[in-house]
């Protein structure tokens, strides 16, 4: 009987060893991120029509802001300076990629007649059959003229009413010392007026700087939904979720917020949109779920510096966070 026993508790311990050897390996296969606060350390959202812009540069975040690695706004803009490679919009053709407008009835007319003038060409007709007695070189030298007359006055008759897209939105860089916000090009101030910043709304920005970090913690998506666009609620919620299958936990406490300047403000489609560099500090730990940090430090402060792009409605109403960017180094 003793024997027996003395060779059971081998097995138990074995047992035990393996089964905390599993529960700690998701957390050795998947590192957690150090930056494992709301947003991860990455850039992510959307800054409406400028999401493909680059946010002007500012005191806080001198050397700028890193381009989206997660967003939702579709890129339509034939050229961009800022993040990844565009997408040439379905149909545009040579024409777009020249600047120059295409008017679908111009160029199928203009198509119609030179196909046809080709066609009487090849079978012995002249440019368009025998109308003109077109067998002589004179008679042709007059239909190409006319040709040439009539695509000049369709050219001047439609490609001057713009059937092309509207202007695109390229915003400057403003100067380290403030100045007004960059307007798209082709607008003004009375088609399009900026969104007057005060005071009450800075103090709205870090309300809500510590809000979403606190929201985050706690996991608590139903205020999450309050503070933030679906679009960013969504990569949070995702967020969530991976630490979770590792079996970890992320818990930022004691958010501190240090400096910030606004960077740019505008209105678009009826809400207004701001932009503000934030640098703030606080205590970033990863735990997983018995309670043990596997990452972070309780006691050392980590400092970070982004840009967070805020959206209303234009007519009032409360600040939602619709991007977070890393800034650039």
Known sequence: MKQTHTRQMPRKRIILSLSAALAVL???VHSVPADARAGGGM???SRGSRTYS???RSATAPYGATPFQQTMTPRTSPSAPYGTA???PYGAGAAAMMGRPRHPFLSGFAGGLLGAGLFGMMFGHGMFGGGMGGSGIFGLLIQLLLI?????WLVRRFAGNGASGGPVSMPGLSSLTGGSPAQPMGASPATSPQPVITAADYQAFEQALINVQTAWSQQNLGALQHMATPEMVNYFSNQLNELASRGARNVVSDVRFERGDLTESW????MDYATVAMRYSLIDITT???GRVIDGSSTER???TELWTFVRSARGGTWLVAAIQQAAR
């Open 267 to 270: 209105r678009e489609n009826g």
């Open 288 to 290: 997983d779920m018995t």
């Open 26 to 28: 998701p957390l050795l």
């Open 148 to 152: 040439f007359f009539v695509v000049r």
């Open 54 to 56: 680059a946010p002007p």
């Open 86 to 88: 565009t997408r040439m």
């Open 43 to 45: 850039s992510m959202g």
């Open 302 to 304: 980590t400092t970070v």
